[in-house]
């Protein structure tokens, strides 16, 4: 039973339309609503105003099927797709699909039927369940993300009814084309080389397939290999009754085909199945399976062909193989040739792996084909081997691709990109893929794709690529780490690494990056330190982003601990990542590595900051305790001051507050903060004048001076300014620093000496 509405939305009908217009509503509402695929949150009022819309789309059909399109609200990105039409089979998946293929994501979908009569006009006379003349009508109200423009929403209009005609024509043809589909084994009847394929006809239609379209071809041949095919008239159900050459060609020149199509035409098997060029919009959206049987007149020479198109069900998929008509077949046909004793080791072996393979590939392939694959198959014992192979399939156009891999290598990450790799190579476009998982230790992928047949030089290249491709990560680190550090050590750090990564770690991290993270901590351990930080100034994308990556041993830190820090340097965090590794495992060593996704202050880019090659040096003198965790840290990266740099301002500023020539530490801060020149300025007077590069000319502490001075121009707060100059006066006045020396320890501090009375104000 459906869900009745909820109170306040029956009061909210109730109190705006008249009692009948009312009812309904309320009738229409609530079965609109019963699988509550709305969202839950949505208020009445909005919807009520879903309903009315939906229910003046539904009130009047005259056409079978009725599309409407349109953008949703002006301040929410979507669009709105409506459909009304008879009920049948196939309409929901078949939209889903659809709605899929656009790329948008279906927020909404309701799709209820109700039992409805109509008059000649198309209004409605009954909805109540209450009238013999009712009968299932199906309305779909779906809201896609995306915005769509006139030219799109005219585009998905005629598309979306393009799918529900053919839906309406496979599911009013059902009937037809399973009758047709019996018709064809009884007009075979008495051919006993047939039998199997009689039987096959019958499993298709006891489940294994999805007729959506049927056609008769006659064959029309002349004696020099001249003639035409054409379809029979009045042959065609389902999808294929429109005579459409840009879907199914009604009519051709046999002289046009190829041999190899040539040969399937007149030498080939009297069942053929394959796999159509034309996609399926029908219930799934893949190419469709087509099966065509071949008749021959009495002099055995063929005069036909009836074809159908569908899609083989879940249930064809399900079932093991031995099990199928044809297919068993040609199992045992394969078990004969390879002379294996039933019941043997062998013998179980081939049936396993038989069964394993695609039932697409079982179907498409001759024996000698599958026996070639099932040989490579079995042949592979090794973990670590990766055999790729072709096997060209010039009847159809098609080139059969067949990859075995350790199974620890495989990822869905991995399947794309050697699929992406074949495809390119061939040239082609995959028809379809399959994965097989079984026992043991390898992984086997099975590609279809229509391309021509590769030459040698281009199989020898795909067979280098998918073997790169095909490593597992830590196969992909061992190697990145020989090329660091050489063989013996390289081996010897993969071997004890092994196991030390996180499965997430592997995804988020590329082999060449992870061994750069495991040679740093083997650093740190060899050097007897905790802590090291990676600040890579390059973006790591347009947006300006760049990486911030911290290494370490033991526990990692805090981020709570870690935040304050990094926004003391004006550091923007946009995103944090951690991971742990365990050497060892157990409580063998333990390190971590911290990644953060990292912008500048108000969003500049980190690579454009002048300090930020310097942010590694000065987190790390942080991290030990050796600089102070404050605000003038932001320096090192708006003014390119080196830590130790920072500290020396640090110390005027420190001197300056003891001094009392301003009245707080933070308006000494602010001057320094606002103006990142200046500090700059500040600290290359202070190199000018004091430091002991021989190299500095008379006239560059004047130089800089006058630099310094010409910036102050610019304050506009007379308190800043005041500053600025009370520290100009500062520097001046320092005769003697340990700045220049070899850095104290353990307490790396800074003296100053200055002649007091240069000091204004002191």
């Keep these: 039973m459906p869900l009745a509405i909820d109170t306040e939305l029956r009061q909210l009908i109730d109190r705006s339309f008249p009692a009948d217009r009312a009812r309904r509503i309320a009738i229409f509402t609530e079965r609109l609503f019963a699988r509550e695929e709305f969202p839950a949150q949505t208020d009445a009022r909005s919807r009520l105003q879903v309903a009315i819309s939906a229910f003046d789309f539904f009130a009047i059909r005259i056409e079978p099927i009725v599309v409407r399109v349109v953008p949703g609200p002006p301040d929410d990105a979507i669009t709105i797709v409506e459909t009304a039409t008879a009920d049948c089979p196939f309409i929901v998946d078949s939209l889903r699909e659809y709605f899929h293929s656009l790329g948008g994501r279906v927020r909404t979908m309701l799709h209820p039927v109700f039992m409805v009569a109509r008059a000649a006009d198309g209004t409605i006379t009954s909805m109540e369940q209450a009238h013999a003349a009712e009968r299932g009508e199906s309305l779909v109200h779906a809201e896609l993300e995306m915005a769509a423009s006139a030219e799109a929403i005219r585009r998905i209009e005629r598309e979306v009814r393009g799918v529900l005609t053919e839906v309406h024509q496979a599911t009013d ?5 399973t009758s047709r589909a019996l018709q064809i084994c009884e007009e075979t009847a008495p051919r006993r080389d047939l039998a199997e394929v009689r039987e096959f006809i019958r499993w298709l239609v006891n489940g294994g397939y999805v007729f959506l379209g049927y056609r008769r071809y006659l064959i029309d041949a002349r004696g020099d290999g001249g003639g035409t ?10 999808i294929m009754r429109a005579h459409d050459e840009s879907r199914f060609r009604s009519t051709g020149r046999l002289d046009e085909l190829t041999p190899e199509r040539r040969e399937l035409f007149f030498d080939g098997p009297p069942l053929v199945i394959g796999k159509a060029r034309a996609e399926s919009i029908v219930h799934r959206r893949r190419p469709m399976d087509s099966v065509s049987i071949r008749r021959g007149d009495r002099a055995g020479k063929t ?12 249930k064809a998929y399900a079932e093991e193989a031995e099990h199928i008509p044809t297919l068993r077949a040609k199992l045992g046909e394969v078990l004969q040739a390879e002379g294996v004793a039933s019941g043997s080791h062998d013998y179980k072996e081939l049936v396993a792996a038989f069964n394993s393979f695609p039932k697409d590939e079982l179907f498409r392939a001759s024996v000698p084909e599958l026996r070639e694959q099932l040989r490579l198959i079995l042949d592979v014992r090794s973990e670590a081997a990766v055999r790729l192979m072709f096997v060209p399939d010039t009847h159809r156009g098609d080139v059969i691709a067949l990859v075995v891999m350790p199974r620890e290598a495989f990822s869905a990450a991995v399947r794309v990109h050697i699929q992406d790799a074949l495809a390119a190579g061939l040239g082609g476009k995959v028809v379809y893929y399959y994965l097989a998982l079984g026992e043991g230790y390898t992984a086997r992928l099975h590609f279809c794709f229509a391309a021509p047949p590769p030459n040698a030089a281009a199989i020898r290249e795909l067979e280098a690529v998918v073997i790169r491709l095909a490593r ?11 090329e660091r550090v050489g063989l013996a050590r390289g081996r010897a750090l993969a071997g004890r690494w092994v196991g030390a990564f996180s499965a997430d770690y592997q995804a988020a991290t590329d082999a060449a990056r992870a061994a750069l993270d495991v040679l740093a901590v083997e650093a740190l351990i060899a050097q007897g330190r905790d802590f090291s930080v990676e600040a890579h100034p390059r973006a790591a994308d347009a947006s300006g982003k760049s990486e911030i990556r911290m290494i370490g041993l033991g526990e990692p830190p805090m981020l709570s601990a870690l935040m304050p820090t990094l926004q003391n340097f004006s550091i923007q965090v946009l995103t944090e990542d951690a991971h742990d590794l365990r050497l060892g495992g157990g409580k063998a060593t333990r390190a971590f590595v911290q990644i953060f996704s990292v912008q500048g202050p108000a969003g500049q880019p980190f690579s454009e900051l002048p300090g930020a090659v310097l942010m590694a040096e000065a987190l790390t003198a942080v991290h030990g305790g050796i600089a102070a965790d404050d605000a003038l840290n932001a320096l090192t990266l708006t003014a390119g001051l ?7 301002l640090r110390a005027y500023l420190a001197a300056a ?10 308006s000494l801060q602010r001057a ?7 500090a700059r300025l500040m600290f290359e007077y202070f190199d000018a004048r004091l430091g002991a590069d021989r190299n500095t000319s008379a006239e560059k502490p004047a130089e800089i001076r006058a630099a310094y001075l010409e910036r102050l121009a610019t304050i506009e707060n007379i308190g800043d300014d005041r500053v600025a100059r009370t520290l100009l006066a500062m520097v001046e006045a320092t005769v003697r620093t340990n700045f220049f020396c070899a850095m104290p320890e353990p307490d790396p501090y800074i003296a100053l000496k200055f002649e007091s009375s240069r000091i204004s104000g002191l």
């Design 642 to 648: 080196e830590w130790r740099e920072v500290a020396l």
């Design 657 to 666: 507050f003891q001094m009392r020539l301003a009245p707080s530490r933070l």
């Design 303 to 314: 005069a036909a062909f009836d074809h159908f198109v569908g899609l083989f069900t879940s």
């Design 472 to 482: 597992s990560w830590e196969d992909r680190l061992r190697e990145r780490l020989i």
């Design 173 to 177: 043809d059902f009937r037809a084309m």
């Design 229 to 238: 095919f054409k379809v029979d008239l009045g042959s065609e159900f389902g």
């Design 672 to 678: 320094l903060l606002l103006y990142p020149d200046l």
